[in-house]
């Protein structure tokens, strides 16, 4: 399946929804610290609900040790300032899905690393500034689990 990485998230409820879309979807997310709270956090654990047993989720003390763990073939970077869109992709199983912290986005060192195959964006209304972090993450695990097929489920 897909690798959803979520680095330095600050809310705790996406990260919770993204917990429930992992246990949904068959997906793995990763987290990279420092989080924006503990993954105690009550808003966590209710936007989770009682899907924590259920889903994959890995956190990494850096970004550096994400990679060393994943040791990804393809990694796509989700910034709202990439050329490409989403849906431009054909997704492999194993590829990586990399998410920046909502009130910034992934900072330009993250998006240049060179483990980066590539950058990539989904369409909004040039009035838009961005989406919520889960929902993007959405849209594009279940684009990608389309392309083969939503196998599993």
Request: aromatic share 10%.
């Amino acid at each position: 399946m897909f690798r959803v990485v979520f680095y330095q998230p600050e809310i705790p409820p996406n990260t919770g929804n993204a917990i429930r879309l992992a246990a949904n979807t068959g997906c793995e997310l990763h987290l990279v610290e420092p989080l924006g709270f503990t993954l105690e956090d009550k808003h966590l654990r209710r936007a989770g609900l009682d899907y924590h047993d259920l889903a994959h989720v890995e956190v990494h003390a850096d970004l550096e040790a994400a990679w060393k763990a994943l040791n990804p073939a393809r990694v796509y970077a989700f910034t709202a300032r990439a050329a490409r869109r989403y849906t431009d992709v054909a997704y492999t199983e194993g590829d990586v899905l990399l998410f920046g912290p909502e009130s910034t986005g992934l900072p330009e060192p993250v998006l240049a690393d060179p483990r980066v195959t590539d950058r990539l964006r989904l369409p909004m209304l040039p009035t838009s500034r961005s989406l919520n972090l889960t929902n993007t993450a959405s849209i594009v695990v279940y684009e990608a689990w389309r392309q083969h097929g939503f196998a599993g489920a």
